[in-house]
């Protein structure tokens, strides 16, 4: 069982850049593959980043360049860095944890990231 909380979401220019946070509370972190989602009103959620325990890493087309997801296995906490952000960024974005060896999904409540002049 994992506990997963969102910050800093928030209001940004276009162009502009932000950086999320997902910090996860319980035991064997090394052992999830964590992944970055989002959700746009009327739209369906999307996958937009994930890192495994390894560091390998995979975004999907519309944010390669622009975003990057890291993890510090350290301290619990993977991060999404966003940077030339678009309007069409706009969305809630959640965190997500699937454990290697239980197979289970966790979600976080989500943050939202509104991109607007």
């Known amino acids: 069982q994992v506990q997963l909380v969102e910050s800093g979401g928030g209001l940004v220019q276009p162009g502009g850049s932000l950086r999320v946070s997902c910090a996860a509370y319980?035991?064997?972190?090394?052992?999830?593959?964590m992944a970055w989602y989002r959700q746009a009103p009327g739209k369906q959620r999307e996958m937009v980043a994930t890192?495994?325990?390894?560091?390998?890493?995979s975004y999907t087309d519309s944010v390669k360049g622009r975003f990057t997801i890291s993890r510090d296995n350290a301290k619990n906490v993977v991060y999404l860095q966003m940077n030339t952000l678009k309007p069409e960024d706009t969305a809630v974005y959640y965190c997500?944890?699937?454990?290697?060896?239980?197979?289970?999904?966790?979600w976080g409540p989500g943050t939202q990231v509104t991109v607007s002049s």
């Open positions: 890192i495994t325990p390894g560091s390998s890493t």
């Open positions: 319980g035991t064997g972190f090394s052992w999830y593959v």
């Open positions: 997500n944890a699937y454990h290697m060896s239980t197979l289970r999904n966790y």
